[in-house]
């Protein structure tokens, strides 16, 4: 399968910006996406970016693709407490997704 | 409102016992698909459905099974032969046959052993 990695945690303070990292090994994927879990929950879309592309920014958010070193990444700005969750990025290749492990992201006040 | 819903939430299985965790949605979506989640892990593909009548196994399809009758539906047996059943099992769907559009993910089923 490929492989997507994360780093397990993240600890910031309310307020301050969060970037979640991500890499991942399959050049042709379409689209790669950032998934939001709370707990005891599914998993929440937040947005995704198109492979052509690099930098999708919406509201708080702000996905950075760079596609030579394979390497995507989530920014939250001003990031809150409900932000407290776990995050997944994601790769599509043909009819499966891949999910990387999960970054813990502790908000404290 | 359209979703997916899986239940039960919780569901516990004594030893040597077939357990069935329900799958529905109602966004009319073609694909479906099984992830089961371990603690501290990412989401692992257990069956996947890009059309009614048909299914195709995962990474970890050993110990499960499947079924597609309905679009709406696609049900998951964790059989005895799954020794190490306990874990969060997701169900997801998809617009497009496939996958090139973001997956839609149901509130997830804990199962545990008794």
């Known amino acids: 399968g490929e492989d997507v990695e994360q780093s397990l945690f993240l600890s910031v303070r309310e307020g301050d910006s969060s970037v979640i990292n991500c890499t991942y090994t399959?050049?042709?994927?379409?689209?790669l996406y950032w998934y939001k879990q709370e707990p005891g929950a599914g998993l929440q879309l937040l947005t995704y970016i198109f492979s052509n592309m690099d930098m999708k920014q919406d509201q708080r958010l702000t996905v950075l693709l760079n596609k030579k070193d394979k390497h995507l990444s989530l920014r939250i700005a001003d990031t809150q407490t409900g932000d407290s969750a776990i995050y997944f990025c994601a790769e599509n290749n043909f009819n499966k997704f891949y999910f990387g492990s999960g970054t813990k992201l502790n908000v404290k006040p | 409102d359209g979703g997916i819903t899986q239940s039960p939430k919780y569901l516990f299985r004594k030893e040597g016992q077939n357990v069935t965790l329900s799958c529905e949605q109602n966004?009319?979506?073609?694909?479906m698909y099984w992830y089961r989640q371990d603690p501290g892990q990412g989401l692992r593909l257990i069956y996947y459905?890009?059309?009614?009548?048909?299914?195709q196994k995962g990474d970890i399809a050993e110990g499960y099974s499947v079924s597609r009758e309905k679009k709406e539906s696609f049900p998951l047996t964790v059989t005895s032969a799954q020794k190490n059943p306990t874990a969060f099992y997701l169900c997801?769907?998809?617009?497009?046959?496939?996958?090139?559009?973001?997956?839609?993910f149901g509130d997830g089923t804990r199962l545990s052993i008794l």
């Open positions: 459905s890009q059309i009614v009548n048909d299914f």
């Open positions: 966004l009319n979506h073609d694909a």
């Open positions: 399959d050049s042709s994927s379409t689209y």
């Open positions: 997801a769907s998809n617009p497009d046959r496939v996958g090139n559009q973001p997956q839609h």
